[in-house]
């Protein structure tokens, strides 16, 4: 079964008598927006749109909310921007700081905004909502309340979960600063019902500069923030939400979650929702921070992949195992040829579960209406694009064997599209290829006996009467079982490198096909 499908019945079983009310279910991620989203981030995203999907899928009612988290402060600096300049910021909230772009209304709508297309052009679409417009509406009080009365049990819930103690003058809430308009540096010491006192000062965190103003403030109305996990309990509540996850690192025994569904129950009263964690996801390469690019951001991934193979990314893996990614290597091609098999096995009338999932690769606006079609392998697109002399469309009319219909035509376009991208930006160099106009220098280190098997190739291409890939492979074969005195690996590499001045290349027979019969043979001759 699609592990979707899983965690979905695992919610149906336990909301059982709300589905069969036809009340809503309500799903719920968030994203700090503290800068660029890491690529990460989708795996949690995906997780909750896809478990949403089949929700919706199967007829049940559901609403899948992202939160576009603004009313964190900053705690750090991303590398990207001046450190000088945004050094004063530290410690005040998102949705207060300015935006490094223009355009966006501040900090966090940037990097929000960015993300929340990304969500959007994968098919996951939700109800996004900023954490500000929770906390200034007023939504978070009655919450805000119960957490500055209850502060022993949640004391008490930290040091029995977590391990964690906190002093007992401990309130758990930050209030924003009247004097400088930080929240990080506050300290709250006490509420009487209506107002706390706070002092904000530098000793109240490492990272944070605070003013030494004390003063007493209401705690409402987006004047207050409630400390993560409280908060993270908070949501479940405010939105009433049935299922969210989270990342692995918030899993562990004593870890975030148990003390959020810990307070939920304890101290707001609450069943918490029914949850998964998130393993990671990993990009495998040591060059991402390279010039080349980033692919370690949503954003980059988004247009490195078509959104259906970047689905296939993010929904083939079980989301209880680590995606470890390497856009360098052959995982990109390798992907459009796992997307080729679902395809061929759903086209052929198998149902499995890669039917399902070839299914639930595409967004739901897509997927009423995916057309069968001729899928060129994209490795080989990858080399017909990096062939000045070839005419894609023609060798992938030869490869169907009939003329391409217009659903092909697109699926060619966009594979090269994707191909050209992938080999400008991250393509190994054993996957860049360059026919060589000349016979290339490194033809000269050639040993005789490589010579003597590429003219008696050579004779042989000329005394046949086919020139195609089949032909061409069992002739290489052919040769290759009379060779004496060298290896099979040594006459492949004597080939690519006369035609490509590389030790390796794409299927012999298949690339030789694809010249001119007559330089080819000159070119074995060392001639041309
Ligand atoms: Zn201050």
Same mark, same amino acid.
């Given at each position: ?81 001046? @450190? ?6 530290? /410690? ?19 990097? *929000? ?6 969500? %959007? ?16 509406? /007023? ?22 979960? $977590? ?14 600063? @009247? ?14 019902? %209506? ?14 500069? *605070?003013? /030494?103003? $004390? ?15 409280? %908060? ?14 989270? #990342? ?17 129950? @304890? ?7 029914? #949850? ?117 469309? @023609? ?66 291409? %000329? ?7 089949? $032909? ?36 012999? *027979? ?19």
């Amino acid at each position: 079964m699609f592990w979707a499908e899983k965690i979905a019945n695992d919610v149906v079983r336990k909301y059982d008598a709300r589905i069969k009310k036809g009340e809503s279910i309500i799903v719920r991620d968030e994203k700090t927006a503290s800068g660029r989203v890491h690529v990460g981030s989708l795996r949690s995203a995906s997780l909750h749109a896809i478990v949403a999907d089949v929700l919706a899928s199967e007829g049940v009612p559901v609403t899948f909310h992202f939160e576009i988290n603004d009313f964190d402060p900053m705690d750090g600096i991303p590398s990207y921007l001046d @450190e000088a300049e945004y050094t004063k910021y530290m /410690g005040m909230q998102l949705y207060k700081i300015p935006s490094p772009e223009p355009g966006f209304d501040n900090f966090a709508e940037l990097y *929000g905004q960015e993300y929340v297309r990304v969500l %959007e052009q994968l098919g996951f679409g939700a109800q996004v909502y900023r954490a500000s417009e929770l906390y200034l509406s /007023g939504k978070m009080n009655d919450l805000i309340r119960t957490t500055l009365e209850k502060r022993n049990d949640i004391r008490r819930i930290y040091a029995e979960v $977590s391990k964690s103690e906190r002093p007992e003058d401990w309130h758990p809430l930050n209030v924003v600063c @009247e004097n400088c308009g930080k929240l990080s540096s506050t300290k709250v010491t006490d509420f009487d019902g %209506e107002t706390v006192a706070y002092t904000c000062s530098s000793d109240t965190i490492s990272w944070a500069e *605070g003013c /030494g103003h $004390s003063g007493r403030i209401s705690p409402f109305d987006g004047n207050g923030k409630l400390p993560w996990k409280v %908060e993270w309990a908070a949501k479940f509540v405010v939105l009433g939400v049935h299922f969210e996850g989270g #990342g692995k690192d918030h899993y562990s025994k004593g870890g975030a979650r148990q003390v959020a569904e810990a307070i939920s129950r @304890e101290v707001f009263m609450f069943e918490p929702p029914y #949850g998964v964690f998130n393993e990671f996801f990993l990009i495998g390469g040591k060059k991402m921070s390279s010039s080349k690019g980033n692919a370690a951001t949503a954003v980059e991934l988004a247009e490195l992949l078509p959104t259906h193979i970047l689905r296939l990314l993010l929904l083939k893996t079980p989301i209880n195992r680590q995606i470890d990614f390497d856009p360098d290597g052959d995982a990109i091609p390798v992907l459009f040829d796992t997307y080729d098999r679902l395809a061929e096995k759903t086209w052929s009338g198998v149902e499995d579960d890669d039917s399902v999932l070839f299914q639930f690769v595409h967004t739901p606006a897509e997927r009423s209406h995916i057309h069968k079609r001729f899928l060129p392998r994209f490795s080989q697109i990858a080399f017909f694009v990096q062939m000045p002399h070839m005419d894609v469309f @023609e060798e992938v009319e030869k490869m169907k064997g009939s003329p391409l219909t217009d659903e092909d035509r697109t699926e060619v376009d966009l594979r090269v599209t994707y191909a050209k991208r992938w080999l400008e930006t991250y393509a190994d160099e054993k996957f860049i290829f360059v026919l060589q106009e000349t016979l290339p220098p490194h033809a000269a280190t050639l040993t005789n006996e490589q010579k003597q098997a590429l003219a008696q190739f050579a004779t042989r291409i %000329e005394l046949a009467d086919e020139f195609t890939g089949e $032909s061409l492979h069992k002739l290489s074969h052919e040769i290759k079982e009379g060779l004496s005195g060298l290896s099979a690996g040594d006459f492949y590499a004597a080939i690519y490198a006369v035609f490509l001045g590389k030790e390796s290349g794409p299927k012999i *027979g298949w690339f030789l096909s694809t010249l001119d019969k007559d330089f080819v043979i000159k070119r074995l001759t060392l001639k041309a």
